[in-house]
């Protein structure tokens, strides 16, 4: 008798098994469908002030320069504008457009971006969008391997200094990332330009190649190494900071201590449970220090005499070359917002505690 009540309890345990997975299988897919609507929601949301923040920004910039102390007709005669008669500096000035209201300006230059005419940049005498073709890579690659290189250092170190809270790295790491945050990017330049290049010999100065030669990949990859040292290490103390403490927060969770009790090796434990619970922080930050990358970009780029879109914003500033500065306002604007944007995506499909809704 006992048997048979055994067996019948051992059937419906088997039954009621066999309903609940497909139900918990069920479960699982609707939340996974409501967690990638609610990202797409968020996305949307967020692509519909691209537009009007470009647009607030571009007018912004365009009123700024109606009131700013530069004079474009002296940006555009140069020397010869102390030898020009009030005459020819009044026709130039009406042939120019100078005399224009801004939001006469703005409205041109929109029409021209609508119409996909970036227009010409009198600093520089060629075509904004030639510009931006030779001198956006050599950004793109500056930025792109300093980005690289500062959150690679980051998760090593971070995640090694995190495991081994209070120990001479985790001091050492803590020292270094207070030491450098307070640092401006250009007072960094100009040190490591002071001990390794003037001081040492070891580094180039400034600019691709030596001499006014062409670049060589091999020139270039040594004329990087100091911009690129610089602005990764700019970046470098606050990723290093989150990964440390989420590292170190993650040890102490319930989930860790979990697996060290069934006896997984630490590794495994480090690289399974540990690491992916600490990069939604990482990535966080990596998306609100954007803007300041960019800064620091323009920065490093003007010390180190690198030809990047740096030297573009400067000259394009000082002469007021409208069409060349509200081109990479706006485009250093919507990199920011969409950068940001793509980080807030990955820290939601990395943490399902992040709320989309908001």
Not at 140 to 146: K, N, Q, T, Y
Not at 201 to 222: F, I, R
């Amino acid at each position: 008798m006992g048997t048979v009540v055994v067996a019948a309890d051992v059937d419906a345990a088997v039954v009621t098994a066999t309903i609940a997975r497909p139900v918990t299988t069920s479960a699982a897919s609707h939340d996974g469908r409501t967690r990638r609507r609610g990202i797409a929601r968020m996305i949307g949301r967020r692509l519909l002030f691209v537009v009007p923040v470009c647009g607030a920004v571009s007018a912004g910039l365009f009123a700024a320069a109606a009131v700013s102390p530069f004079d474009p007709l002296v940006a555009y005669l140069g020397v010869r504008y102390t030898t020009t008669t009030d005459a020819d500096k009044a026709m130039i000035t009406e042939q120019l457009g100078f005399d224009q209201s801004w939001y006469t300006t703005y409205w041109q230059w929109l029409q021209g971006i609508f119409t996909g005419d970036l227009g010409v940049s009198r600093s520089f005498g060629q075509p904004v969008a030639q510009v931006l073709a030779e001198r956006a890579p050599w950004t793109l690659l500056l930025a792109g391997v300093g980005l690289t290189l500062a959150a690679t250092l980051a998760l090593i170190l971070g995640v090694t200094a995190g495991i081994r809270s209070g120990g001479i790295l985790d001091r050492c790491v803590t020292g270094f990332c207070i030491a450098v945050a307070g640092l401006p990017p250009f007072v960094m330049s100009l040190g490591a330009i002071a001990v390794f290049a003037l001081g040492l010999g070891w580094l180039p100065v400034a600019g691709l190649s030596d001499g006014g030669a062409d670049p060589t990949p091999g020139g270039v990859a040594v004329h990087m190494i100091l911009p690129v040292a610089v602005l990764a290490g700019s970046q470098l103390p606050w990723l290093l900071l989150a990964v440390k403490e989420s590292v170190s927060t993650a040890r102490g969770e319930e989930f860790v201590a979990g697996a060290v009790a069934r006896g997984i090796p630490p590794s495994m434990v480090t690289r399974r449970h540990i690491v992916p619970t600490s990069l939604a922080p990482f990535v966080n930050v990596l998306g609100v220090r954007l803007p300041e990358l960019v800064v620091g970009a323009v920065l490093v780029e003007e010390v180190f005499s690198w030809p990047g879109v740096a030297g573009a914003i400067v000259q394009s500033a000082r002469d007021l070359d409208m069409a060349l500065l509200a081109v990479l306002t706006v485009g250093t604007t919507l990199a920011v917002m969409l950068g940001s944007l793509l980080a807030d995506v990955a820290v939601a499909l990395l943490d399902p505690r992040v709320k989309t809704d908001g």
